[in-house]
């Protein structure tokens, strides 16, 4: 079909390997390159690969206090009215090289005269003859229902609507011919789908003009008509010149799809109401159905239905493929026709137009230029130009959504790779303004028409001028010709062309859109039976309620994780780790994603609300939900308030609710703090404010240490227990079995356990107690065994550190104690950087020290507690330092340099000693491979955890 969209893939699959054409224009200097971002906004995948700028920053920096950077800010501000310019400039510099050749005959060269003025437009003149014959058929399928032909004030309009749809295809070809677009062959026509909002302003100035002389009608109806294209065209020279284009791609395609379908259910009703001779609007009534079911009648709309109908069917199953099936298939209609009224002696053109088979014959000595006689500025109505507004602007809205397909589905087509929306857009703003303002209509860049005509050999500019000069002769050829054309033809291409819209609309998207979206496609019945402005206002309502409800149904929870899988990156102590492994189902850590709005943030409500009830807290007791928003792009107010309503629900369940990847000056945090959750003002004792960390490591890391504060109590409290029973078992034997009879003796607890958390915290606490029994909690919060408090350091750093990772006994690694040196570091020293040679493995006795990965990949840091290791992988496998490690406490360290290992791996001995040394040696590599894939395990066990 002549109008149809083009496929929807065409623009996702350009051809990037056409070859550039080399310019021909001489420069005499060196152009100066700006390479211009294509809107100013955040790189995505549509971004040009080259910066804006290929200056140094110093050099992008404006100071007004400079006249000549003052004039340079000036120069770039005026760029875009330069491009413009320029334009008109290079269009006129056209016309003026050509008018210097024809006034100089010196300059005339014969053979090019001859190419260039003869051969090369007879070769054009097929693909011109094709092109007119689409125009024509265009124009008496569509300018002719310019007009409401139905009511008596238009219905001597139908050759006015030709010749104006005729004066629009001439301006618009004109303008894209001229440069301003970079389709050398496009074909400009009218913008077939105004004709349902022209109708609906027409109706509407009839309503608001009852009673008024039928000539204050049709000036107010078609001045109304051209103010309509003028707004157009400023509605897409806006867009372009602003460099908005890609604001178009925001309008759902359902919406489209509804106008497309509302637009060919208008034309199928149109193509009955022309095709049936119907005075008036076609209303569904019982007089119409009457009317239409007349024998007189019923073969003058069924007749062209069923010709559409095989032509439709020719066309879909593609048993001919041939561009010119079309135009041969109307002609042949209109040959059976003149043969059929030839060959019958009672039938004449008169009576065949008496009958409605032959449209009737416009009054004797009406002109092309007809039209311009209706526009009488002092028999305008404004009042009612102002009604029609809101269809000026449901046109504009609709026209706007066509360029974003047309044009790059058409430089797919014909290998055009150096299109730019935005100036399209342009061209289409001037090509409808300057239609406007000569008494035309709307009109945009056919797709299918500029494809049959460029792939026919009309790929210049030439073609097009010759175009618009052959349709503007048809234009003055006068509207006498109407009185010879078939009512089945306009009849059929009207059909074929409604028919072909709703299959587009309504087939091809079935089983293709979502049912919501399928459902805002069928707006086309509002468009079509009641009305288009209106159509588009529900439209755009059910488009924005399909994005509600289809947002809504993906969870908002991009997944939880418990605390045994989830940790912090800091290095622990073994037994440290081993008690928060088991007591990590305390802890909840859930992800959220996208937006989180009114509709999406129930989802996550509910999670929150079922891990707080009564039956599954009680198989799962927990203290911290950590809810991470790290792939939260936003929240609204609605989503602000449930987080206060989780909260208060949590707070009520002794639950505290930690807040990660929330930055207080961010979206994220000012909205929840707009709500009040994160305002410590409003909170008090029994409501504080969340806490709030800038990251998931910072929250897992808060809730690893209260925790262990926990179970550090519960240690101390043990060794005193134990202290007791030693004293007590000196007076009385009976007493130490009683004691030893209670296992709550062993390890006291608070009041009671009735509580599923308290039970948890006890059993993990118990359990890991129990390996390590006859311990105590040294000054740095370390379980040690008793029988290590006695000595020295490093030896009782060593052992507490590498328990758990060797079977060895102090005996073994007194060997390697000597060989440690103690060193002492204040708060913000640094111990070694990123890339330097490993100078040392470290052990931690006090302090604390924060390890910064600064990694192509991204950043993270570790922090490094006493009991701990920190520089074996490097310095074991002689390689460069990964990491900035500094003191973030005065720290003590304990370290073994390279000169040390050298000695302890016996480099410069043999003998006994100098074994005994190696095994000290080879056990202290396997506990650092050891210690290394733990961290390897834990690191990345928490960047799969940050990034899920």
Same mark, same amino acid.
């Given at each position: *079909?002549?109008?149809?969209?083009?496929?929807?893939?065409?623009?996702?699959?350009?051809?990037?390997?056409?070859?550039?054409?080399?310019?021909?224009?001489?420069?005499?200097?060196?152009?100066?390159?700006?390479?211009?971002?294509?809107?100013?906004?955040?790189?995505?995948?549509?971004?040009?690969?080259?910066?804006?700028?290929?200056?140094?920053?110093?050099?992008?920096?404006?100071?007004?206090?400079?006249?000549?950077?003052?004039?340079?800010?000036?120069?770039?501000?005026?760029?875009?009215?330069?491009?413009?310019?320029?334009?008109? !400039?290079?269009?006129?510099?056209?016309?003026?090289?050509?008018?210097?050749?024809?006034?100089?005959?010196?300059?005339?060269?014969?053979?090019?005269?001859?190419?260039? @003025?003869?051969?090369?437009?007879?070769?054009?003149?097929?693909?011109?003859?094709?092109?007119?014959?689409?125009?024509?058929?265009?124009?008496?399928?569509?300018?002719?229902?310019?007009?409401?032909?139905?009511?008596?004030?238009?219905?001597? /309009?139908?050759?006015?609507?030709?010749? +104006?749809?005729?004066?629009?295809?001439?301006?618009?070809?004109?303008?894209?011919?001229?440069?301003?677009?970079?389709?050398?062959?496009?074909?400009?026509?009218?913008?077939?789908?105004?004709?349902?909002?022209?109708?609906?302003?027409?109706?509407?100035?009839?309503?608001? *003009?009852? @009673?008024?002389?039928?000539?204050?009608?049709?000036?107010?109806?078609?001045?109304?008509?051209?103010?309509?294209?003028?707004?157009?065209?400023?509605?897409?020279?806006?867009?372009?010149?602003?460099?908005?284009?890609?604001?178009?791609?925001?309008?759902?395609?359902?919406?489209?799809?509804?106008?497309?379908?509302?637009?060919? $259910?208008?034309?199928?009703?149109?193509?009955?109401?022309?095709?049936?001779?119907?005075?008036?609007?076609?209303?569904?009534?019982?007089? /119409?159905?009457?009317?239409? #079911?007349?024998?007189?009648?019923?073969?003058?709309?069924?007749?062209?239905?069923?010709?559409?109908?095989?032509?439709?069917?020719?066309?879909?199953?593609?048993?001919?493929?041939?561009?010119?099936?079309?135009?041969?298939?109307?002609?042949? +209609?209109?040959?059976?026709?003149? #043969?059929?009224?030839?060959?019958?002696?009672?039938?004449?053109?008169?009576?065949?137009?008496?009958?409605?088979?032959?449209?009737?014959?416009?009054?004797?000595?009406?002109?092309?230029?007809?039209?311009?006689?209706?526009?009488?500025?002092?028999?305008?109505?404004?009042?009612?130009?102002?009604?029609?507004?809101?269809?000026?602007?449901?046109?504009?809205?609709?026209?706007?959504?066509?360029?974003? +397909?047309?044009?790059?589905?058409?430089?797919?087509?014909?290998?055009?790779?150096?299109?730019?929306?935005?100036?399209?857009?342009?061209?289409?703003?001037?090509?409808?303004?300057?239609?406007?303002?000569?008494?035309?209509?709307?009109?945009?860049?056919?797709?299918?028409?500029?494809? *049959?005509?460029?792939?026919?050999?009309?790929?210049?500019?030439?073609? @097009?001028?010759?175009?618009?000069?052959?349709?503007?002769?048809?234009?003055?050829?006068?509207?006498?010709?109407?009185?010879?054309?078939?009512?089945?033809?306009?009849?059929?291409?009207?059909?074929?062309?409604?028919?072909?819209?709703?299959?587009?609309?309504?087939?091809?998207?079935? &089983?293709?859109?979502?049912?919501?979206?399928?459902?805002?496609?069928?707006?086309?019945? #509002?468009?079509?039976?009641?009305?288009?402005?209106?159509?588009?206002?529900?439209?755009?309502?059910?488009?924005?309620?399909?994005?509600?409800?289809?947002?809504?149904?993906?969870?908002?929870?991009?997944?939880?994780?418990?605390?045994?899988?989830?940790?912090?990156?800091?290095?622990?102590?073994?037994? !440290?780790?081993?008690?928060? &492994?088991?007591?990590?189902? !305390?802890?909840?850590?859930?992800?959220?994603?996208?937006?989180?709005?009114?509709?999406?943030?129930?989802?996550?409500?509910?999670?929150?609300?079922?891990?707080?009830?009564?039956?599954?807290?009680?198989?799962?007791?927990?203290?911290?939900?950590?809810?991470?928003?790290?792939?939260?792009?936003?929240?609204?107010?609605?989503?602000?308030?449930?987080?206060?309503?989780?909260?208060?629900?949590?707070?009520?369940?002794?639950?505290?609710?930690?807040?990660?990847?929330?930055?207080?000056?961010?979206?994220?945090?000012?909205?929840?703090?707009?709500?009040?959750?994160?305002?410590?003002?409003?909170?008090?004792?029994?409501?504080?404010?969340?806490?709030?960390?800038?990251?998931?490591?910072?929250?897992?890391?808060?809730?690893?240490?209260?925790?262990?504060?926990?179970? #550090?109590?519960?240690?101390?409290?043990?060794?005193?227990?134990?202290?007791?029973?030693?004293?007590?078992?000196?007076?009385?034997?009976?007493?130490?079995?009683?004691?030893?009879?209670?296992?709550?003796?062993?390890?006291?607890?608070?009041?009671?356990?009735?509580?599923?958390?308290?039970?948890?915290?006890?059993?993990?606490?118990?359990?890991?107690?129990?390996?390590?029994?006859?311990?105590?909690?040294?000054?740095?919060?370390?379980?040690?065994?008793?029988?290590?408090?006695?000595?020295?350091?490093?030896?009782?750093?060593?052992?507490?550190?590498?328990?758990? *990772?060797?079977?060895?006994?102090?005996?073994?690694?007194?060997?390697?104690?000597?060989?440690?040196?103690?060193?002492?570091?204040?708060?913000?020293?640094?111990?070694?950087?990123? $890339?330097?040679?490993?100078?040392?493995?470290?052990?931690?006795?006090? @302090?604390?020290?924060?390890?910064?990965?600064?990694?192509?990949?991204?950043?993270?840091?570790?922090?490094?507690?006493?009991? /701990?290791?920190?520089?074996?992988?490097?310095?074991?496998?002689?390689?460069?330092?990964?990491?900035?490690?500094?003191?973030?406490?005065?720290?003590?360290?304990?370290?073994?340099?390279?000169?040390?290992?050298?000695?302890?791996?016996?480099?410069?001995?043999?003998?006994?000693?100098?074994?005994?040394?190696?095994?000290?040696?080879?056990?202290?590599?396997?506990?650092?491979?050891?210690?290394?894939?733990?961290?390897?395990?834990?690191?990345?066990?928490?960047?799969?955890?940050?990034?899920?």
């Amino acid at each position: *079909m002549l109008r149809t969209s083009p496929p929807e893939n065409l623009a996702a699959n350009r051809d990037h390997d056409r070859e550039r054409k080399e310019s021909t224009e001489i420069q005499t200097s060196t152009p100066n390159i700006v390479i211009e971002d294509a809107d100013g906004a955040q790189a995505h995948e549509e971004s040009p690969l080259l910066p804006k700028s290929r200056l140094p920053r110093s050099e992008n920096r404006y100071d007004y206090t400079a006249v000549g950077e003052v004039e340079q800010f000036s120069e770039r501000r005026s760029r875009k009215f330069g491009r413009l310019r320029q334009k008109f !400039q290079d269009a006129g510099q056209r016309v003026h090289t050509i008018f210097s050749t024809v006034v100089t005959p010196k300059q005339w060269d014969r053979k090019a005269i001859f190419q260039t @003025g003869i051969v090369k437009p007879f070769k054009l003149l097929p693909s011109v003859f094709l092109g007119l014959l689409l125009n024509i058929l265009d124009g008496l399928s569509y300018g002719l229902i310019l007009f409401p032909l139905g009511e008596e004030i238009f219905s001597k /309009t139908g050759p006015d609507g030709i010749s +104006i749809f005729f004066v629009s295809c001439i301006v618009s070809q004109l303008v894209y011919s001229s440069g301003f677009s970079i389709f050398k062959g496009g074909v400009g026509s009218e913008m077939i789908e105004v004709v349902p909002f022209f109708h609906k302003m027409a109706y509407t100035i009839m309503a608001r *003009m009852a @009673g008024e002389s039928p000539e204050s009608i049709l000036a107010t109806v078609i001045l109304a008509y051209c103010l309509s294209s003028i707004v157009t065209g400023l509605v897409f020279f806006c867009l372009g010149f602003f460099k908005l284009g890609s604001l178009v791609n925001f309008f759902p395609r359902s919406i489209l799809l509804g106008c497309i379908g509302g637009v060919g $259910l208008f034309l199928f009703l149109t193509g009955i109401e022309v095709s049936a001779r119907i005075d008036g609007e076609l209303r569904f009534t019982l007089d /119409t159905l009457q009317r239409l #079911i007349m024998l007189d009648t019923l073969f003058l709309w069924v007749a062209p239905l069923l010709l559409a109908i095989i032509y439709s069917t020719i066309n879909y199953q593609r048993w001919i493929t041939n561009d010119f099936f079309l135009p041969a298939f109307v002609i042949t +209609i209109a040959a059976v026709v003149y #043969i059929v009224a030839a060959g019958t002696p009672s039938l004449s053109f008169d009576k065949l137009r008496k009958t409605g088979w032959i449209f009737a014959k416009p009054e004797a000595g009406v002109p092309f230029y007809h039209f311009y006689s209706l526009f009488n500025f002092r028999l305008t109505d404004w009042g009612a130009i102002v009604n029609t507004v809101p269809a000026m602007l449901g046109l504009s809205f609709f026209g706007v959504l066509h360029v974003p +397909i047309n044009v790059p589905a058409l430089a797919n087509t014909v290998k055009e790779d150096d299109v730019n929306l935005n100036q399209e857009l342009i061209a289409h703003g001037l090509s409808n303004a300057l239609s406007g303002m000569v008494g035309s209509i709307q009109n945009y860049l056919v797709y299918v028409n500029s494809v *049959m005509f460029i792939k026919n050999g009309a790929d210049s500019r030439l073609a @097009g001028f010759m175009l618009a000069a052959a349709t503007a002769g048809v234009w003055m050829a006068g509207p006498s010709l109407i009185g010879y054309i078939p009512v089945t033809i306009v009849g059929t291409l009207i059909y074929i062309l409604g028919i072909d819209l709703l299959k587009e609309a309504w087939w091809d998207t079935f &089983r293709r859109l979502a049912l919501l979206e399928y459902l805002t496609a069928t707006i086309a019945l #509002i468009m079509g039976l009641y009305d288009f402005v209106t159509g588009i206002l529900v439209g755009i309502v059910l488009a924005c309620l399909v994005q509600v409800v289809q947002t809504s149904r993906v969870k908002s929870v991009r997944c939880a994780f418990s605390g045994v899988v989830a940790e912090s990156t800091v290095r622990r102590h073994p037994i !440290q780790r081993h008690f928060l &492994r088991e007591v990590g189902r !305390q802890t909840i850590v859930v992800k959220l994603d996208g937006y989180l709005f009114f509709g999406s943030i129930v989802h996550v409500e509910s999670y929150v609300r079922s891990l707080i009830q009564d039956e599954t807290f009680s198989k799962r007791p927990i203290k911290y939900v950590v809810i991470d928003f790290q792939h939260v792009t936003g929240l609204d107010f609605s989503a602000g308030d449930a987080f206060t309503r989780m909260y208060r629900l949590l707070i009520r369940k002794n639950v505290e609710m930690i807040l990660s990847s929330v930055a207080l000056n961010g979206t994220v945090g000012k909205n929840l703090t707009l709500v009040g959750l994160l305002d410590e003002e409003m909170g008090d004792a029994v409501h504080p404010a969340p806490k709030v960390f800038e990251d998931l490591n910072q929250a897992l890391e808060w809730c690893e240490n209260q925790q262990l504060f926990e179970f #550090i109590r519960r240690s101390k409290l043990l060794g005193q227990k134990e202290a007791q029973e030693q004293e007590t078992r000196a007076l009385s034997i009976s007493s130490a079995r009683q004691s030893s009879r209670s296992p709550s003796n062993n390890y006291p607890l608070d009041a009671s356990l009735a509580s599923p958390r308290k039970q948890l915290l006890h059993s993990a606490t118990t359990t890991t107690l129990a390996e390590h029994a006859h311990s105590t909690v040294n000054e740095q919060d370390i379980l040690t065994p008793s029988k290590w408090s006695e000595l020295g350091q490093p030896l009782q750093l060593i052992l507490q550190t590498f328990q758990d *990772m060797t079977d060895k006994n102090e005996e073994f690694w007194k060997r390697a104690a000597p060989y440690f040196s103690r060193r002492q570091l204040v708060a913000g020293q640094n111990l070694y950087s990123r $890339l330097d040679d490993p100078d040392g493995f470290y052990l931690l006795e006090q @302090g604390i020290l924060r390890a910064e990965y600064d990694l192509e990949q991204g950043r993270f840091y570790e922090s490094i507690v006493p009991g /701990t290791t920190c520089g074996e992988l490097p310095f074991f496998s002689e390689s460069k330092r990964t990491s900035n490690v500094f003191a973030e406490k005065d720290c003590v360290v304990w370290c073994l340099d390279r000169e040390g290992w050298g000695r302890l791996c016996g480099d410069s001995g043999e003998g006994r000693e100098t074994e005994e040394m190696r095994d000290v040696a080879v056990e202290l590599l396997k506990v650092g491979m050891k210690l290394t894939g733990e961290r390897m395990e834990a690191v990345t066990s928490y960047l799969v955890v940050a990034a899920s």
